[in-house]
């Protein structure tokens, strides 16, 4: 089954920038073939999607509120998923997991998505 492992979770300024990674917990899975989502949840708040990207790098989405400051990518070679985040705020503090569907379409809806990543914290605190 897979298996997905993020990474890139830390401390940051208010303004500053974070790089999260998605990757397979074992060999055998290329993710290629799954559209990868990233969602986050902040205490006493739901699971939020915050962007997703297609099959092979095609289509991207993001949600309105990450919209010009975070920036989904593939690198096939590394077989891993990067959340490039730039401008970080307050508000953006959250575990932010990664997850995967062996779909078609992308979709920022948390039950479209099979497995699940256990999360890396991300804090954007002065």
């Known amino acids: 089954q897979l298996q997905l492992v993020e990474s890139g979770g830390g401390l940051v300024q208010p303004g500053g920038s974070l790089r999260l990674s998605c990757a397979c917990a074992a060999s055998g899975f290329d993710l290629d073939f799954y559209v990868i989502g990233w969602f986050r949840q902040a205490p006493g708040k739901e699971r939020e999607g915050v962007s997703c990207?297609?099959?092979?790098?095609?289509?991207?989405n993001y949600a309105d509120s990450v919209k010009g400051r975070f920036t989904i990518s593939r690198d096939s070679a590394k077989n891993t998923v990067f959340l490039q985040m730039n401008s970080l705020k307050p508000e953006d503090t959250a575990v932010y997991y990664c997850a995967a569907a062996s779909s078609y379409y992308t979709s920022l809806m948390s039950t479209d998505y099979g497995f699940w990543g256990q999360g890396t914290q991300v804090t954007v605190s002065s």
């Open positions: 990207i297609g099959r092979s790098g095609g289509r991207t």
